[in-house]
């Protein structure tokens, strides 16, 4: 399978500075950067969705012309010292192969460790290991407050504004189009402001919410909803009897329809009153099935650790 052509947030990605919505300052500042053929430490901060990534990879692909002279890591599983000394240090140590920089970009950049920030402060200045300092790091970060400010000293830093309804519509009418998916115009309207500032949020639902060609918002929530209520009574009532039943029940569901996990544990976390240890564990899997190949496992296992962590506290909670 072409993960490109089945994920549409792929598929119809931007792949020119021209395609992508962003405020004048932060275009006229970018294009600068390509007409001048040179760039500085970039540092893209904003909300989710609002094209901090899909610029960071624009420029990436500007600036270089081969795999040897790019480096893509997500800090949300690259955080720590290791990586930091085993993967981006030894990536600057050598020139660039055939391109005019390499480059790094760190995506979701606000989940390094301080150590990890630390260990990169000094390299990226230091032409001993930044060789001639022709590798340039792009961070992408959803929240400044999270990153030290002898990182954000080093770096020109852009505030990305969520991305106007009235564009995301166009953009989510001429997928439908292009995918020959018929639909209800009202659908389009509650799609964005149910999932708004979000962009990737929006167009990953869109996918999963078509069903024979018809996109149909209601019946995508219902969906949601469904799987939602089943999973939380689950986790929350802790009826090891009804346990086996529920979770053939979630892996069926799952498995003939396209739900969305992580939008399942995000209606659970905002319209549920679900417990602190629930509360712990969903939070630390909502970023985490993008990058594990069986997702109906992965959710399930989820389900199981909210179980027996709620079980651990209630142990504790009467000693």
Same mark, same amino acid.
């Given at each position: 399978m072409d993960i490109q052509n089945y994920l549409w947030v792929a598929k119809y990605r931007p792949k020119q500075l021209d395609d992508i919505v962003l405020n004048n300052t932060i275009k006229t500042a970018v294009n600068s950067f390509i007409v001048q053929d040179n760039m500085p430490h970039c540092m893209f901060i904003g909300k989710p969705g609002t094209g901090k990534t899909t610029l960071a990879l624009i420029l990436m692909n500007h600036f270089t012309n081969n795999d040897n002279d790019r480096l893509f890591?997500?800090?949300?599983?690259?955080?720590?010292?290791?990586?930091?000394?085993?993967i981006v240090i030894e990536f600057m140590k050598t020139p660039p192969y055939s391109s005019r920089y390499k480059v790094v970009v760190m995506d979701e950049c606000d989940n390094l460790t301080n150590d990890a920030w630390l260990i990169i402060r000094n390299p990226i200045e230091n032409d001993q290991i930044n060789a001639d300092y022709l590798t340039r790091f792009i961070f992408t970060a959803n929240y400044a407050n999270k990153i030290p400010d002898f990182m954000k000293s080093r770096c020109a830093v852009?505030?990305?504004?969520?991305?106007?309804?009235?564009?995301?519509?166009?953009?989510?009418?001429?997928?439908?189009?292009?995918?020959?998916?018929?639909?209800?115009?009202?659908?389009? *309207?509650?799609? *964005?402001?149910?999932?708004?500032?979000?962009?990737?949020a929006v167009i990953n639902n869109l996918q999963s919410m078509c069903i024979n060609n018809v996109f149909s918002f209601s019946t995508g929530i219902e969906s949601i909803s469904t799987l939602a209520e089943l999973v939380f009574n689950t986790i929350e009532n802790?009826?090891?009897?009804?346990?086996?039943?529920? #979770?053939?029940?979630?892996?069926?569901?799952m498995h003939t329809s396209e739900v969305n996990?992580?939008?399942? #544990?995000?209606? #659970?976390?905002?319209?549920?009153? *679900?417990?602190?240890s629930s509360y712990i564990v969903l939070n630390r899997y909502m970023n985490t099935f993008n990058n594990v190949i069986d997702k109906v496992a992965h959710f399930i296992a989820m389900i199981y650790e909210c179980i027996l962590f709620n079980q651990k506290i209630g142990k504790l909670s009467c000693n």
């Open positions: 890591l997500n800090a949300s599983d690259d955080r720590g010292i290791q990586s930091m000394r085993d852009f505030e990305f504004t969520s991305i106007p309804k009235s564009i995301m519509i166009d953009k989510i009418r001429y997928i439908l189009s292009n995918e020959n998916i018929s639909y209800e115009e009202e659908d389009l *309207v509650n799609l *964005v402001d149910y999932y708004y500032p979000d962009f990737r802790n009826n090891i009897d009804q346990l086996k039943y529920n #979770i053939t029940q979630i892996r069926n569901i996990p992580i939008e399942v #544990i995000r209606y #659970i976390l905002n319209e549920k009153d *679900v417990s602190l």
